[in-house]
């Protein structure tokens, strides 16, 4: 009985994800958070974006980045470009007051003519680390601190690049029903 119930474990622990999900392909659970949030190693696949870059005040964030998503997606709809996936915000830099982002929209395909106005990138396809958070971006520090306290206390090489994927539109979700996922990208490991 035993053994019947690690190798169930074992299966559900590292399972392919939802069919629906165009960019997680495989997710393992590694451990959790003091709060009891899941921490998962995922796989990500490539994929065509198009990008918005952005910087501003840190404590703007929250509605500023809504609104520049809105104003890709209205681009890429008047160019009749379709959108595979919900919106993506790689962070490149922050600091307590700043920060340097890309708003990445996936893309079905990639144009084959590119158009001028929007920039075109490929998506990161690898490991990362992930966490759920729940609740208002303004509290999204918190689940961060989590993340990094993991990945401090773990063994991991982790990019300079955090990636926040909007499961929820914050344009339009009230703030304690947004679910935004968190990525740390890994750096190869053999």
Do not use: W
Request: hydrophobic share 40%; proline share 7%; charged share 30%.
């Amino acid at each position: 009985m035993r053994l019947v119930v690690a190798a169930l474990f074992m299966a559900l622990a590292c399972f392919p994800v939802c069919a629906d999900d165009k960019l997680v392909v495989a997710a393992e659970v590694l451990g959790r958070t003091p709060s009891d949030l899941p921490i998962e190693r995922v796989r990500m696949k490539a994929m065509p974006v198009a990008v918005q870059k952005v910087e501003g005040q840190l404590a703007d964030a929250p509605k500023d980045l809504p609104k520049a998503i809105n104003a890709l997606k209205a681009k890429l709809g008047a160019k009749n470009i379709e959108i595979a996936d919900v919106p993506l915000v790689e962070f490149k830099t922050a600091t307590e007051k700043t920060y340097t982002a890309s708003i990445l929209l996936p893309l079905v395909e990639r144009p084959k003519e590119p158009d001028q106005g929007i920039e075109l990138d490929q998506f990161y396809g690898g490991k990362a680390l992930r966490i759920t958070h729940k609740g208002p971006l303004e509290k999204l520090e918190d689940t961060y601190f989590e993340l990094q306290t993991f990945v401090e206390d773990g063994d991991f090489e982790i990019q300079d690049t955090t990636v926040e994927r909007y499961l929820t539109d914050p344009s339009t979700t009230a703030p304690d029903d947004m679910v935004t996922e968190v990525y740390l990208l890994l750096k190869d490991q053999k």
